[in-house]
């Protein structure tokens, strides 16, 4: 059994139910809501350790909900569902901030191995470097996965410490967008979400994202971590 907790979100409440006892079947601990403002409604007095949300739903849509969890500090994984697949869609997912996206209809069985991974990328790292990686004035400890600063903890989203994460792996080494990819589980989304990522995290860690010192494009390459002071 996993004590993890699943905040579900989706105005099909048939789709709800079968969620709801096939995540629970699987050990989880499962929430459910029906439009956005009843799942800020729960998480105002609950913290899920992951959210699955429907992109089209009355009132306020699962982008502008990621887009606003995100601005106010969450960092929990949030994978979206939606029945519009096409790539661009699924980038636009990204941008706002999710770290998944799932088009309907979908196989549980994949919906949960997504879960899985992305509650894997956002638990800390037991098994990361000991040292703690300098990037400026930030710190980011790998053996715990958490980025500080002089001000206190950054929030980093899942999908910004999975790929953080990744490059500490290797440090200094150009690693190509595709191999960034298989490490995220994002090939089927293709290396275009790679470079949303890599846009994301630089907000996060550069003094100016337009010029970055730590996270460096390799042209025809791929990217590098290069820490420093």
Same mark, same amino acid.
């Given at each position: 059994?996993?004590?993890? *907790?699943?905040?579900?979100?989706?105005?099909?409440?048939?789709? =709800?139910?079968?969620?709801?006892?096939?995540?629970?079947?699987?050990?989880?601990?499962?929430?459910?809501?029906?439009?956005?403002?009843?799942?800020?409604?729960?998480?105002?007095?609950?913290?899920?350790?992951?959210?699955?949300?429907?992109?089209?739903?009355?009132?306020?849509?699962?982008?502008?909900?990621?887009?606003?969890?995100?601005?106010?500090?969450?960092? =929990?994984?949030?994978?979206?569902?939606? $029945?519009?697949?096409?790539?661009?869609?699924?980038?636009?997912?990204?941008?706002?901030?999710?770290?998944?996206?799932?088009?309907?209809?979908?196989?549980?069985?994949?919906? =949960?191995?997504?879960?899985?991974? *992305?509650?894997? *990328?956002? @638990?800390?790292?037991?098994?990361?470097?000991?040292?703690?990686?300098?990037?400026?004035?930030?710190?980011?400890? @790998?053996?715990?996965?958490?980025?500080?600063?002089?001000?206190?903890?950054?929030?980093?989203?899942?999908?910004? $410490?999975?790929?953080?994460?990744?490059?500490?792996?290797?440090?200094?080494?150009?690693?190509?967008?595709?191999?960034?990819? +298989?490490?995220?589980?994002?090939?089927?989304?293709?290396?275009?979400?790679?470079?949303?990522?890599?846009?994301?995290?630089? +907000?996060?860690?550069?003094?100016?994202?337009?010029?970055?010192?730590?996270?460096?494009?390799?042209?025809?390459?791929?990217?590098?971590?290069?820490?420093? *002071?």
């Amino acid at each position: 059994m996993t004590s993890e *907790h699943i905040l579900v979100v989706d105005d099909d409440r048939r789709l =709800l139910r079968l969620l709801q006892r096939y995540l629970m079947e699987q050990g989880y601990r499962v929430t459910t809501a029906e439009d956005a403002a009843q799942a800020r409604k729960v998480m105002a007095v609950m913290a899920p350790d992951a959210l699955v949300l429907d992109i089209t739903m009355p009132g306020e849509s699962g982008l502008d909900l990621t887009r606003g969890l995100r601005e106010a500090g969450f960092s =929990l994984p949030i994978l979206l569902l939606t $029945a519009r697949g096409e790539p661009a869609d699924r980038i636009a997912g990204l941008e706002t901030g999710a770290d998944d996206y799932l088009g309907k209809p979908f196989e549980p069985r994949e919906l =949960l191995l997504r879960l899985r991974a *992305h509650l894997r *990328h956002h @638990a800390p790292l037991v098994n990361a470097a000991p040292r703690a990686l300098r990037l400026g004035k930030l710190e980011f400890d @790998a053996a715990r996965g958490l980025l500080n600063g002089p001000d206190g903890a950054i929030h980093l989203t899942g999908g910004e $410490a999975a790929l953080l994460s990744v490059l500490t792996q290797r440090p200094g080494d150009v690693m190509s967008r595709e191999a960034i990819a +298989r490490a995220l589980d994002l090939d089927e989304i293709g290396e275009r979400a790679v470079d949303v990522q890599v846009t994301r995290l630089r +907000r996060r860690i550069e003094p100016d994202p337009r010029e970055p010192r730590f996270l460096q494009t390799v042209r025809g390459k791929g990217y590098v971590l290069k820490p420093g *002071h």
